[in-house]
């Protein structure tokens, strides 16, 4: 199977990195220079229309879009999420041969506030932020396409090289028990792997659902995880009152009734080898 990754950013590598040799990967990039020998680069902007219909023209089985935004702004949202959703949609209807799957990699920013309800699957979208409310007109435009299409929606990414929880627990900054602020996160590795699950789904004819919360086991409190990790870390916190966020607490029973194993299914499996991989390279 020939594999496209549009952006092809760490998710996507990581991605890559867990497929068996029956997949031929290629990663769309405006600087596909950095990428491993083990992704073919491809140079181009996913945002044109007419560049990516120049490379969609070599019948690709899968695409997968993994977007990273230049920066956190409106525009910046809309010239990667929505221009590339709209650039894939045109090149699909113009393509003689459809891809057999398309991955669209988004975020459960899109649910909005849910007071610490917990959400899935099948609850309504109500995004309170612009990066949400754009997410979910891209997600839109995605489940329109004529083809089958899956939307992943990450939860709180960390691992290596995302460690600004890490850094906040070592510099003493912690959370007040109540109000309850509650927190859903995802390793890097299990996210690769979810993108992996649903191509091995596809090669081996199993039903693809629609749309998949991806995060881990276990929501938990951010006083609950700073508690935690300080106490792995021997340091002492000092609760910080911060301006609530969105609260919500993620159900991921359609990914793991799909048949996905997590290789960290808590954020203390997870938190346990990156402080272990720090400690190491110290």
């Known amino acids: 199977m020939k594999v496209l990754f549009i952006g092809c950013g760490d998710i996507a590598q990581r991605a890559a990195g867990q497929l068996g040799s029956k997949y031929s990967c290629f990663g769309l990039r405006r600087n596909p220079e950095s990428l491993p020998p083990t992704i073919m680069p491809i140079l181009a902007d996913a945002a044109n229309a007419q560049q990516l219909l120049s490379v969609a023209s070599d019948n690709f089985d899968i695409w997968v879009a993994?977007?990273?935004?230049?920066e956190f702004t409106r525009q910046a949202y809309q010239q990667s999420y929505l221009a590339v959703a709209q650039a894939m949609a045109e090149t699909?209807?113009?393509?003689?041969?459809a891809p057999k799957l398309v991955?669209?990699?988004s975020s459960t920013s899109v649910y909005g506030?849910?007071?610490?309800?917990?959400v899935d699957e099948t609850t309504k979208p109500n995004p309170v932020t612009f990066s949400g409310e754009i997410?979910?007109?891209?997600e839109q435009i995605i489940q329109k396409l004529p083809c089958l299409s899956s939307v992943v929606r990450f939860s709180g990414i960390y691992g290596p090289g995302r460690t600004r929880l890490l850094g906040q627990v070592k510099a003493g900054k912690g959370r007040p028990k109540s109000p309850e602020q509650w927190s859903n996160r995802i390793q890097a590795d299990d996210c690769g792997a979810v993108l992996a699950h649903?191509?091995?789904?596809?090669?081996?004819?199993?039903?693809?659902?629609?749309?998949?919360l991806a995060s881990d086991c276990e929501?938990?409190?951010?006083?609950?995880?700073?508690?935690?990790?300080?106490q792995k870390l021997d340091v002492a916190l000092t609760p910080e009152a911060v301006k609530l966020g969105s609260i919500r607490r993620c159900n991921n029973r359609l990914l793991l009734d799909s048949g996905f194993k997590f290789s960290y299914p808590s954020?203390?499996?997870g938190y346990t080898a990156l402080i272990d991989d720090q400690t190491g390279a110290d």
Do not use: C
């Open 267 to 269: 954020f203390r499996e």
């Open 66 to 70: 993994t977007l990273t935004p230049a």
């Open 113 to 118: 506030d849910n007071d610490g309800d917990w």
């Open 219 to 230: 929501p938990v409190t951010q006083h609950k995880i700073r508690q935690w990790l300080a």
């Open 103 to 105: 991955i669209w990699v």
């Open 198 to 212: 649903l191509m091995a789904l596809l090669e081996s004819k199993k039903p693809i659902e629609p749309i998949y």
């Open 135 to 138: 997410l979910l007109q891209a």
């Open 92 to 97: 699909i209807d113009t393509l003689p041969k």
